[in-house]
């Protein structure tokens, strides 16, 4: 196709590496969460910051989207890539911040598990975004993908089993309430990222 | 418009079919589920597979709209109507699986009612979508679309009976956390159901 | 750009006037209810009916969209605009709906304060949007749109505050359950008027 020789705003793919770059330290920071025995302040400015760059990258992506006439992939993937990479930010981080607001305390095992999984995700998911730069199918790209896709579905046997023992083995009723909803979010850190490569498999079907 | 005059991609169609009738057997799935005791292994795998044929059709769909450049409607019609059909299905899927973490047992007569009322949506959202090769606003279309709206607001109403009774009757909060999210999500199974002929009602207008 | 002396439609602003307005009428019927010792059903119709209005408003506005060839600004900001309009209209119902089925009685000041800030960031919403017709970024519009995001944040801190403040003093694990649903709902009301001020940005920098 001749649009193919129409320049190309590179800008895009730097800024997208920029975000997917944001979404891996929100997994690191999330790691080191998950492994001290609670939440501090400090920790929590530090997420914060994170989230806030993020946004900030989403919102050029968004503005010199909205001024740009000729994109280097269809608009409504650079708008759903865009928003993905900050929902899969926003999520860690409201993570990060319930473990605050319902104060747990001790290390969980099973939420090292899970920060362990969405850490291999989020790097995973900023391969093949930066990946899309070659506007070519390759291996790595490929790869990429089909091992998110993979670790969402060791996420979900994951929520499953942890979340049989929490029904079975804890009798708080209020721990019940506090970890249920902190496990359910870590999952769907995991289908997020799945989504983000599916935008992903979409630009590159397009570009065949 | 000349527009009616290009040949009309007729597989497109048929995946549509045939993801409604998976949305069809998923219901039919939830019903046996319900009226067992408790959910088994093989019961688990025969929805996983549904689901996860459903799963190739959506993707199917969206793989042949990236490579379409003449489609029988509007192309973010196409893409919504194959993402809520397959929302359709994992919605029934994540309840018959939160049956089994849960370790719900004996048979709840509120899931029994509930999944009557899913099917019959299924049902009335098969017709619906099978009717949009005729590309015309039939009786039978209309009727469908009608029923289904009026399905979810029966659902609503039952969800809130539910979950009045739940919290009136039941005094062990684990058994509340465990039915009050399942019962919300068979509320949702609707919602969606009603996002399905949303967007079939969408294409009717665009083609009058 | 020659676009500008198209003729505009002016049904579009009139509708989406209309639409905020009901929005406005939500919050002040939210306030009205928190302020009540319960929910009666002379007040949950009042809801339902703003509700109902709210929906024919939407569905207006989707019909003409699919009918109309030109339009005031793109196609898939209108459709983001009532759909965003619509979740503000419908969250603050199913806020009003959970009280009345969760038999919450008497005077919570958490909630008092939510609706008041729900109320600010519905004006200031409607202030927006009301701002389109014009067409250019006035200072009006623009401070409106820094007053929502700034009213999200509030409610952001608001949640954790009173989410923290449960889970320390409420002992019974059911009125947990009850309110920390209540209370998240009222969060994401102010995180949907963000969205819709998000969308009016996105018109505004398309126009620029």
Redesign the interface.
């Given at each position: 196709m001749f649009f193919k020789f129409l320049p190309r705003d590179g800008n895009f793919f730097n800024l997208f590496d920029k975000q997917a770059d944001f979404a891996v330290d929100a997994a690191v920071c999330l790691k080191e969460a998950v492994s001290k025995d609670h939440i501090d302040e400090e920790f929590l400015q530090k997420m914060r910051n994170i989230e806030h760059q993020g946004d900030e990258v989403a919102h050029e992506i968004?503005?010199r989207l909205?001024?740009t006439f000729i994109t280097p992939f269809d608009r409504?993937d650079i708008h759903a890539l865009a928003k993905e990479l900050d929902d899969v930010i926003d999520m860690v981080n409201t993570i990060i911040?319930r473990m605050?607001?319902?104060?747990i305390s001790g290390v969980d095992k099973n939420l090292v598990e899970f920060s362990d999984v969405i850490y291999d995700s989020a790097k995973a998911v900023a391969c093949a975004v930066k990946g899309l730069r070659n506007m070519k199918y390759t291996k790595s790209l490929s790869d990429s993908c089909v091992e998110v896709n993979r670790l969402e579905n060791v996420g979900d046997a994951m929520r499953?089993k942890v979340?049989?023992e929490l029904?079975?083995k804890q009798k708080d009723?209020?721990t019940?309430?506090?970890l249920?909803e902190i496990y359910q979010d870590a999952e769907t850190v995991l289908d997020i990222c799945e989504d983000v490569v599916h935008v992903v498999g979409?630009i590159m079907?397009?570009q065949?």
């Open positions: 968004i503005d909205n001024k409504e911040s605050n607001v319902y104060k499953d979340l049989g029904f079975e009723p209020i019940v309430i506090k249920k979409s079907v397009k065949a």
